[in-house]
């Protein structure tokens, strides 16, 4: 992994994992940019030297982030498919609320990742390589299986414009809202994420059925 230097005996690999696990705890109170080395040194409880004997410098933490944010989102998928199994509501409309409301319930728990994750590989791709394209990829292939399971029910007959625009649509409302609060267009005045996934849920469920000329 870019930067990261192999840990060749367990108590390095340990060493190491207290650092990840320190910066991740610091990165719920701060953005990655303003954290420093001697910050994610001290809440592991190590010496900076001990940071640099594993890590070339603090980008290289950057794709170590990432591929813990890549795990998290896997366990994310065996959640929505446990919620799937126990829900009855099958509809269009209740697959699409059931959908987001897991979503936004994975960002809120996960934003510090996520964000780490999000703005990186788009300002850092020499980092991360198309990690992120790959899992927006995934999100596309997702919406285009909807789409596809509940074909005759949805109005908008050109199949990849509905994706195309379902995807860009409910990314950017749940990213903005949910990963960059304070930069982005305000979100509805008292409405939790997982409310508002649900709201969007129902745009998107009107979008996909509403009467076309």
């Keep these: 992994m870019k930067g990261a230097k192999p840990a060749l005996q367990t108590r390095s690999q340990q060493t190491r994992d207290r650092l990840v696990a320190a910066l991740e705890r610091l990165l719920r ?4 940019e303003n954290i420093s080395v001697a910050e994610i040194a001290r809440e592991a409880g ?3 030297g001990a940071v640099y004997t594993r890590f070339e410098n603090k980008d290289a933490f950057i794709p170590v982030l990432f591929e813990l944010y890549k795990a998290r989102l896997d366990d994310h998928k065996s959640e929505q498919h446990a919620e799937a199994q126990s829900d009855d509501d099958e509809s269009l409309r209740g697959v699409l609320r059931r959908t987001l409301r897991v979503g936004a319930q ?6 510090h990742l996520m964000r780490a994750a999000h703005l990186y590989a788009h300002t850092r791709p020499d980092l991360i390589g198309d990690g992120w394209e790959a899992i927006s990829e995934a999100g ?3 919406v285009g299986a909807l789409y596809d399971h509940f074909a005759t029910e949805i109005t908008q007959s050109d199949r990849t414009i ?3 625009t379902l995807t860009y649509f409910l990314n950017t ?3 903005e809202a949910g990963l960059y609060p304070d930069l982005g267009p305000p979100a509805p005045r008292g409405l939790s994420l997982e409310a508002l996934a649900e709201e969007l849920a129902d745009f998107a469920w ?3 059925t509403a009467p076309r000329d």
């Excluded at 109170?29 to 990655?32: E, G, R, S």
């Excluded at 994975?106 to 934003?111: D, G, I």
């Design 29 to 32: 109170d701060k953005a990655f």
């Design 46 to 48: 190590v010496s900076v």
């Design 106 to 111: 994975f960002m809120a728990r996960e934003a």
């Design 140 to 142: 596309r292939q997702s």
């Design 162 to 164: 509905a994706v195309e």
């Design 173 to 175: 409302a749940l990213i």
């Design 206 to 208: 009107g979008y996909l």
